[in-house]
Each structure stands twice: as structure tokens, then as C-alpha cells.
């Protein structure tokens, strides 16, 4: 960290946030919750966009599906350029490169030009992400008022996927699917003309160098894994277009695993990954991301498929789910402050289970919506409580040098859980469906599961992470 960062967080009080610290957090905020929105403003204009640009249908999903590789396969590593060459410095520009690319994107006049723009918009997410979830850690300190920031930016994060999902029906019915894109512009741009003069450079007090075996390995053995498993959301996972992807990119991450071992400097110090909390916080994280992204992907399919709502209205009734992450953001530091983030783990998870687990009761007839919106609301509290001791666990309680690194991790685990839950219990909704046209029994079963992940969640942080005085 450096010196002027250390002097505002060591001057700061310790349970409330004045003066330059909260100008510093809203501008990461602000900069978080245009990110998570980017992850999913466009799914819901898929059909239009594809209309409008010439895309064939079997080539729509490769408008999400590069901004998620890019965004989730790079992400650990550019989290390591920020530690070399300052986390300011590649936050900034990496908001230069979303600025950039979200204009070619709004004015994109062929698929090529699209596809381009967002696997510019995923690298720019990659690089912002970790630097912006580091720059947070390293500027305030541990304790309450780290876990407050820590408790927006998850709040924010989650709320902003779901905002995603309702501004590109908004955008898309009201003006042009251009602007789920240029609506990045302004925002960026404020950002970078505020952010200079109120966040100071943050690096390693020693410079690492760069891993480069490391470097290769795991970016793309999760570039394979989560093209296997977008694969395996549309055709399922016996295919070799899935089957293949998967095998080489699990290899490829015990490739990285073992040159992690033996390089001087590591990546990934495997030291970091004995510690419990960062191994099972992240496991936690990863888990939750999947589980409610995933949800909204299901939920999405019921209403327009089974319901017959429009692409605007199925987008509206996600914004319950939208108040109840937020309502979970603002009380999750509370409760961790008083107990501890492994009873947020365990508390939030089964919160979020038994929300989800009533949707499993859910039918044909638009009189379901009276289950589905105070369900979704409870479900999106506790998936926030789990979200935010998430954050805590894996972050906190490290040496600076290692936050750069720690946030790195927070960030993969996220950024994979939001790209992977969705293809992953797509299939199992498909496979569910048995090639019939009732989409109902598939996502009843899919919601089945998901339930059994939140809940193995809740049991893997209540084995490893509990202590015997909070639990």
C-alpha cells in the first residue's frame, strides 16, 4: 500500500467513513456496479440484437460468451499486473478500455465489430474488477469498516446483475439494445475524471515478477474450462465441443498447480490456498454467484417461456430480487460485527435455500408470481449475507502484499460462479425437459439443484470455517 493510502486509512475513525475515504468508495462502488451490470444487460436482448446485427440464432450465445471468457480467464492474471504496475494505474486503464469498447459496441454495424467490443468490455472487467476489490481492501482497515465497504461493493455487485437484467429489457423495449452499451460511457468517463485525485496508488511493498508458466497455464485452463461449460449449456456435456474443452482446461489448472509449486515467485503462492479461510471463502463465494445468477437464468426462462411475460415485463419482477440484495448488503455487516462472517456463511446460505426452496412449488398459472416475488426477495437477502461473508473471510486478516492477490482470487471465484451457474444448470434443465416443450419440470429441477449447492455451500463453511464460540 502506499504511503498516502496508509495515512487515510490509518486516520480514518475507526466505525464510520469520513471525509475522502467515502468520495474514494463511491467511486470504486459506482465503477463495481457498471461491471456486474455489463455481465448481463445484454442477455435478454440476445433475439434483437441478433436481428438487428445478422447473427445466426446458433451464434447468439457468443455475445455473452466472450465477454465471459474474457472476463473470467483473465482475471487473475491482469489482478497481478495491477500488483506490478500499480492498482490505480490498470483500474484507470482498464476503465479506458470499457470506455472504448463500449462505443464500438454501441455503434457496432456487424457481428465481428460486436464480438469485438466485448471481449474488450471482459478484458476492461478483468483488469478493473481485482483492482478496484484491492484498492477497497488496501483503503480501509481491517475491521468494521472494511467489512461495511466490503458489504456495498457485494450488495452492489449482486444488485447490479440483477439491474443488468432489468435495464437491457427496459433499453431494449424503450430505445435501441445500443444503449445497454453507451450507457457505460458517461459513467466511465466520470470515473476516470474523479478517480486521480482521490485514490491513491496502491502496490506491493516488494515488486514480484511475473509468473509467466503460471501465467499461460491458468489463463487458460479457465479460458477451457468455462468454454466446456457454455458448451455444455447448450448441447450438453457428452458432446466433445464440451467434453474436450473441460478435459484440457482441468489439466491445465493442475499444470498451473504444480509450476505454482516450484517457480520462485508464484501466481498463486500455494501457501495462500492452506489458508482456510481464503481455500473454503472463495468455495463459499464461488458457490453463491453460481447459484443466484443461475436462478435469474431459470426464473427468466419460466416467466417468458411458461408465463408468457414480455422480455420488459420478466425483467420488472426481478426487482424484488434487486431489494432484497441490497436490504441483505446493508444488514450482512451488522450481523458479522456481532457474530462472525462463518455465521453469515451458514445464516445467509440457508435463508437463500429456503427462498429457492419454495419456488420448487411454483405452477403454469400467472397466479404463481404471488409465490415467486416474496420468494426471490428472501432468497436475494440471504445470497447477499452469504456474499458479503464471503468477501470478508477470503480478504481479510492478510498482509498487504498479499491483498492484491487475495482480491485476485475473491474476483475469479466470482466472476467464474457467475459464468458457470448459469450453463451448468441450463443443462440440467434441459436434460430435465427430456426433449419435450414444457420448460416447467426442467427448471423445477434445476431449482432442485440448486438448492443442494447452496446447501452443500452451508455445510462446507459450517465443517471448515466454524468456530466453536460463534457456532
Known sequence: MSTPALRTAVAAPANRITGRLRITLVVLLVAQFMLAVDFSILNVALPVIGAGLGFRLAELQWIATTFALSAAGF?????????????????????AVLTAASLLGGFATSPTMLLVARVAQGLATAAVTPAGLALLTTSFPDGPLRQKALGLNGALMSAGFTTGAILGGVLTDLLSWR????????????VLLVAPAVIAESRPPVRPRLDLPGALSVTVGLLGIVYGLTQAGEHGFARPTALVP????????????????????????VRILTRRTVAWGNIAGLIAFGTETSLVYLLTLYLQKTLGFSTLGAGLSFGVLGVGTVLGGIAAPRLIARTSPTVALVLGGLVQAAGTGALLAIGANPGWLALLLPATFVGGIGNMVVIVGFMVTATSGLPAAEQGLASGLATMAQ????????????????????????????????????????L????????????????
Open 246 to 269: 473441460l478435459l484440457a482446461g482441468a489439466a491445465l489448472l493442475v499444470v498451473f498447480y504444480l509450476v505454482e509449486r516450484r517457480v520462485p515467485e508464484p501466481l498463486v503462492p
Open 75 to 95: 482475471t487473475l492474471l491482469l489482478g497481478r499486473v495491477g500488483d506490478l504496475v500499480g492498482r490505480r494505474r490498470i483500474f484507470l486503464a482498464g476503465l
Open 415 to 454: 466472476q467464474v460462479g457467475i459464468t458457470m451457474g448459469t450453463p451448468v444448470l441450463s443443462a440440467v434443465a434441459t436434460a430435465a425437459m427430456a426433449g419435450g416443450p414444457a420448460v416447467l419440470p426442467g427448471v423445477r429441477v434445476a431449482i432442485g439443484v440448486n438448492v443442494a449447492l447452496v
Open 456 to 471: 452443500l455451500g452451508v455445510a462446507l463453511a459450517a465443517t471448515f470455517l466454524a468456530r466453536r464460540r460463534h457456532l
Open 179 to 190: 444503449w445497454s452499451f453507451l450507457l457505460n460511457v458517461p459513467v466511465a468517463v466520470a
